[in-house]
């Protein structure tokens, strides 16, 4: 399986934005849900948001709520994340990851993206 290839990642203070890109090729990209996890120092990768297929339904978990977006272009087989807002809490290594569930990746990672909140 193709590794997603995550960018976009870097210093930000608090209160800026950052988006992130993730290339996910493959002929069944339009097919699946996709997602965006975290994993900050010392601690387990954690979901951040999903999108449908469609790019119709999006969720997110609650600390980042009305400040991210995700969103996905199916023609290019790309899916960002719009952070605003940001908060030092939101410091780890984003990736993104096609989904096998609610909440669930498939476990193929590719390398991340940092991204640092300085306060």
């Known amino acids: 399986q193709v590794q997603p290839v995550e960018s976009g990642g870097g210093l930000v203070q608090a209160g800026g934005s950052l988006r992130l890109s993730c290339v996910a090729s493959g002929r069944t990209f339009s097919s699946y849900y996709w997602g965006w996890f975290r994993q900050a120092p010392g601690k387990e990768r954690d979901f951040v948001a999903d999108?449908?297929?469609?790019?119709?339904?999006?969720s997110y978990v609650d600390s980042v709520k009305g400040r991210f977006t995700i969103s996905r272009d199916n023609a290019k087989g790309m899916v960002y994340l719009q952070m605003n807002s940001l908060k030092p809490e939101d410091t780890a290594v984003y990736y993104c990851?096609?989904?096998?569930?609610?909440?669930?990746?498939?476990?193929?990672w590719g390398q991340g993206t940092q991204v640092t909140v300085s306060s």
């Open positions: 990851a096609r989904m096998a569930g609610k909440g669930i990746p498939v476990p193929s």
């Open positions: 999108i449908s297929s469609s790019g119709g339904i999006t």
